[in-house]
């Protein structure tokens, strides 16, 4: 099984922090740390495992935000397949060969 | 800890199947035997508890579909809070109240 | 052509406010006014109508919402379809008939 | 106005067509096509732009899939924030800065 997610999380409810930058970085920490492959992106951070293994980064992620934020929002997407890994470059890279 | 979630969960290829109901219904059937209040909705189906358990029901909903779908497509937004229970509810009520 | 959406609309840098409330209120009020199809949930609100259509209506609610606040977070997802309309209840009756 | 905006779309009845890579190839050469600043990633596609121009272009992707496809399935998700543009790298590059 390949499990290809992207989330994205943030607090509803900042105090005074202007950028929503530092509360990224703590998440992308324990992503990194994790050692499961990643990519950040603008818009959230893409992650492959197995699905118990990448939901529970997910999971480490969103009990480091509410340590100090009241409310924060999460949004998850996951591809589940059948077969190998790879495809968090494999991916990008069939549908670059298919450009014009 | 309140969280209110919404998911939706399909297959990415489905063999024959016209309609995508019959598998929103086993992953609802799930939903309704965990227990958590919920709330079936057009583009998804909310639940409400702590992070930990709804997102394990998700999980469940995730394994029913992949024991015969090669590919499932899952998003999943939560709204992760400090303080009591019964937001299901409370949010679409005070939103209601607002209204002109 | 029948689109059923949902959306949700929020602030990221709200000024004092402590509920997202009076926001979505807002936004709803649109919805609303525009006289589509909707059903508020609480996450989100479902609309139906072709995709020009409800897609000007997401737009004028994120113009609502940025005459006051400096940074809006937006999601929508859409299920576009073939042939009549009427699925925003459609979709969820089918889904009931089928559990047990 | 910068918008910042990921979007991934499929179809959900595809004819016999095993991956999913040719229809994101259509609608990413629409993306390129535009001109508008993207980065394409394993779980959807970030655009940078103002509301209606990224807009648009999504709307053509979904026209330009829909011509084939008798069901679609879109998801957008907009970082609307008042001041200048170029965010798409920005926001990812102030988030490595932060990490150890």
Do not use: N, W
């Not at 118990?52 to 409310?71: A, F, G, S, W």
């Amino acid at each position: 099984m390949s499990c290809v997610a992207t989330f994205a999380i943030f607090p509803l409810k900042q105090s005074g922090e202007d950028s929503l930058a530092p509360y990224v970085a703590r998440a992308l920490q324990i992503v990194k740390d994790s050692g499961v492959p990643y990519q950040l992106g603008p818009m959230g951070t893409a992650l492959e495992g197995d699905y118990v293994e990448i939901m529970d980064v997910i999971r480490q992620c969103h009990d480091e935000l509410r340590k100090d934020c009241d409310r924060v929002y999460l949004t998850v997407a996951i591809d589940s397949k059948a077969g190998e890994g790879g495809r968090i470059q494999q991916k990008v890279s069939h549908v670059g060969e298919l450009l014009k």
